[in-house]
Structure formats: structure tokens, C-alpha cells
């Protein structure tokens, strides 16, 4: 039997119908994990939702099979999308299992190597703009209104839609909802779907309660902690690199309603996550998921948590994303000659 699509295994809960043709690659049912070590750290059970086993490494996959089908059902010739990587990536991928055109629109500075690879591979027209992600995003909102292509940014409500379902899976694999949840943040879409998902279980009798929502920016990247936008965001954790956060209001709005709260992480913080989780529970995601982790570490230092309480940290997109943060940080190779004698005083001396 071949994977059953996130459509179908939600489809009472998503604004599809019998005439929407389902665009799927397989996405959700991902796993989650237990942090051991991390969590006797915390003093707290840390788990860890792996979203980096979608299809194309990140959760934007739950929306975009949605989106893309949506796109095909109305008849759109492309889609296009402004991104900081994983959503260009997504759109490439769903775009060719669809049929249709893609363009991605690309701001200035690094893109992670994998996600590039990731939007030629599928055979995107990508654009590289000289301007950051606010700006690229303007534009892209532009062409939309002007042709008919299909806006596959988190603006687009059926990727909040399909994104939700991430908040179902965590309710059936826990039995109910957690404790709390901690999330990054950079346009603030998914912590808003969390929050649809959440309160959607309820409402159906799926899950008895709801969860705390802890969303996470990075410090360099940080206007809903600011409480205004940042012209300049700068943070090695390029998925949340976000000044203008598009769903700004929605979220805070959503994590306050639910008891928690927005925060902001260092730079230096989210690192030590990142290789915290890849050295101590072999879980590798890229630098702006650490960011969920870092968070909930500091948080749980600062006795924020219950010692009983359940943290799900969404780990939001895998760590093969950015191979280039992940040597630079790293030990390195160590050469040496062919001989048994030398190996063995490297690896035993
Ligand atoms: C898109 C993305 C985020 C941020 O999600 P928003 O919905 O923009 O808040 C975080 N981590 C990764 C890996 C992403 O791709």
C-alpha cells in the first residue's frame, strides 16, 4: 500500500472537495520523538514533532499540498511565492507533481544551499531579488493580483489550512493535546495554524484541551518581541530571518489567548540547540528550528514549565537544508595517512 495523502486522512477537516484533485507527495504522519537527554536537562519532557520527514524536509509541505491543489482545481497556469528557502522549495516540488509552473522569488543574501538545490532541481524559474524578503514578498502579492498565477505564501489561506494538521497528528499521538508547544517564528503562519488546529480538535471532540503556544524569534530577527517591524534582520537562522512578519497580529493574538507568550533567542543559543540535539539525541534540523529548542531550554531554566508538563518543540525543517552551518560549526576532518598505525593512534591515543 503506498502512503495515504494529508487530504485524505483529514479531509472532514480541510476545505477540499470531491472535484479538488489531490496533489500529494506523501507529506505529514511525521514522526515524534522523545528528547531524553535534553529533557533531564529541562527538568521537563521535551518532545520533538520531526517535520523535517516531509517530503521536501520542512513542514511547508502540509500547506502546499493544499495550496497546489487548490491552485490546479481553479485553474491557475503557476504558482509563485516570495521565500526565504522552504517554501520555494515546497512550491517547486508540488508544482511539478501538479503539472503547473512555479516561480520563486528569492531575497538578497544566503540561501541555504539545499533549498536552492532543491527549487532548480524541480525546475523552478527562481529570481534572485536585490532586496530583502519584505520587498520580494510585495511584489510577488503584485504579479499574483496581475496574472493568473497562485500566491502559494503563507498569505494563502489554504496553506494555513493544511498546516493545521500538524496539531492533529500531535492530539492523536499523545492521546490529547500537550502541555505546551514551542515553535519558531518568522512570518508567524505556523504558530497561527497551530493555534486553528488546536482550538478545531477541540471544537470536534478530537481532544479534551488546548496547549500553551511559546513561539521563538531570533533575537536579530525579533519585531513581534520589539513590538515593531526590524528593517534589517540579521540571524543565522535563515527560515525566521523576518522583519515584517506577515501573520504578526494572528499570532500574538493566538499565543495569548492561549496562555503563552512570544520570546526571542540569540544566535549563540539557537547554535548550542542545534548541536545539543544533533550530538546528545541524533536529531539533525536546520538552525531555525533549534531556535524552538533553544527556547524551550531557557524557558524550562527559568522554571516556566510544570514538572509534570508535556513541551512539544516542532522541529520545522532538516538539517541537511544547511550543510554549510552545519561543517562550519563542526569539527572538521582530520587527515592522515592510509596506515593502520596511524588510525589507530588518532582514534586510541
Ligand atoms: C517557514 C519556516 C519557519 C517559520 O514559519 P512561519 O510560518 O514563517 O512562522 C521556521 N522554520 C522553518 C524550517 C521554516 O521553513
Not at 497556469?77 to 522549495?89: K, P, Q, Y
Not at 500531535?170 to 490529547?176: N, R, V, Y
Not at 524550562?300 to 544547511?322: E, I, P, Y
Request: one cysteine or more; charged letters at 20%; aromatic letters at 4%.
Amino acid at each position: 500500500m503506498t502512503s495515504t495523502p494529508l487530504i485524505e486522512r483529514y479531509r472532514d477537516l480541510l476545505p477540499v472537495g470531491d472535484a479538488t484533485p489531490v496533489v500529494s507527495l506523501g507529506e505529514g504522519d511525521t514522526p515524534l520523538v522523545e528528547m531524553p537527554r535534553l529533557s533531564e536537562r529541562a527538568g521537563v519532557r521535551l518532545v520533538a514533532k520531526i517535520e523535517g520527514a516531509n517530503p521536501t524536509g520542512s513542514f511547508k509541505d502540509r500547506g502546499m499540498t493544499i495550496a497546489v491543489s487548490k491552485a490546479l482545481e481553479g485553474g491557475a497556469e503557476a504558482v509563485i511565492c516570495a521565500s526565504t528557502g522552504n517554501t520555494s522549495a515546497s512550491a517547486a516540488a508540488y508544482a511539478a507533481r501538479a503539472g503547473l509552473r512555479a516561480a520563486v522569488v528569492v531575497p538578497e543574501g544566503k540561501i541555504a544551499a539545499g533549498k536552492l538545490a532543491q527549487a532548480l532541481v524541480h525546475g523552478a524559474r527562481v529570481l534572485a531579488l536585490d532586496d530583502g524578503f519584505d520587498a520580494a514578498l510585495s511584489i510577488v502579492r503584485a504579479i499574483a493580483e496581475r496574472h493568473n498565477v497562485s500566491l502559494v505564501n503563507s498569505l494563502n489561506e489554504f496553506r494555513i489550512d493544511g498546516q493545521r494538521t500538524a496539531a492533529y497528528e500531535i492530539c492523536d499521538a499523545l492521546g490529547d493535546a500537550p502541555d505546551a508547544l514551542c515553535i519558531p517564528v518568522g512570518n508567524a503562519g505556523n504558530v497561527s495554524a497551530y493555534w486553528l488546529g488546536f482550538t478545531a480538535y477541540r471544537d470536534a471532540e478530537r481532544s479534551a484541551r488546548l496547549p500553551r503556544l511559546y513561539g521563538f524569534q531570533a533575537e536579530g530577527a525579533a519585531p513581534l518581541v520589539g513590538g515593531a517591524p526590524v528593517e534589517r534582520p540579521e540571524t543565522v537562522a535563515t527560515a525566521i530571518r523576518i522583519g515584517k512578519p506577515a501573520r504578526g497580529q494572528q499570532a500574538l493574538g493566538a499565543m495569548a489567548e492561549s496562555g503563552g507568550a512570544v520570546d526571542a533567542v540569540s544566535d549563540q543559543e539557537i547554535l548550542d540547540a542545534y548541536r545539543a540535539l544533533a550530538v546528545e539525541e541524533g536529531l539533525f534540523c536546520e538552525p531555525a528550528s533549534a531556535a524552538a529548542v533553544a527556547g524551550a531550554l531557557r524557558r524550562a531554566a527559568a522554571g516556566g514549565f510544570g514538572d509534570d508538563d508535556t513541551v512539544v518543540c516542532v522541529l520545522t525543517g532538516h538539517g541537511l537544508k544547511d550543510p554549510d552551518t552545519a561543517i562550519e560549526g563542526s569539527a572538521g576532518l582530520q587527515r592522515m595517512p592510509a596506515r593502520l598505525e596511524a588510525v589507530e593512534e588518532a582514534l586510541f591515543a
